[in-house]
């Protein structure tokens, strides 16, 4: 069974970074592609940003030039610059493996305010 540990959450003041980090772990997967997507209070979860095995990225119009995403092995990381209010959310990683269903992290907060 996959497992999924985030980190790197917490309160920055706005124009601030913060890197998010989701490793996972487990029995043998093969990783299609993992990535993030956030809830701000009253609204839907959406898409932050994806990055496949072979290495493409997508982002979110909103994050675009702001969020670079990365992987190491079967860790993704998200670095967040020039943070501002509507960022703030609680931020969840997303694994796609083969063969299996999407496996989503218990999510973490990042509150952006001065």
């Known amino acids: 069974q996959i497992q999924l540990a985030e980190s790197g959450g917490g309160l920055v003041q706005p124009g601030g970074s913060l890197r998010l980090s989701c490793a996972a772990s487990?029995?043998?997967?093969?990783?299609?592609?993992m990535g993030w997507h956030r809830q701000a209070p009253g609204k839907q979860r959406e898409l932050v940003a994806y990055?496949?095995?072979?290495?493409t990225t997508n982002y979110a119009d909103s994050v675009k030039g702001r969020f670079t995403i990365s992987k190491n092995g079967n860790t993704v990381l998200l670095q967040m610059t020039s943070l501002n209010a509507e960022d703030t959310a609680v931020y969840y990683c997303?694994?796609?493996?083969?063969?299996?269903?999407?496996?989503w992290g218990q999510g973490i907060q990042v509150t952006v305010s001065s």
């Open positions: 997303l694994l796609n493996a083969l063969g299996q269903n999407p496996k």
């Open positions: 990055i496949t095995h072979s290495g």
């Open positions: 487990g029995s043998d997967f093969d990783i299609l592609s």
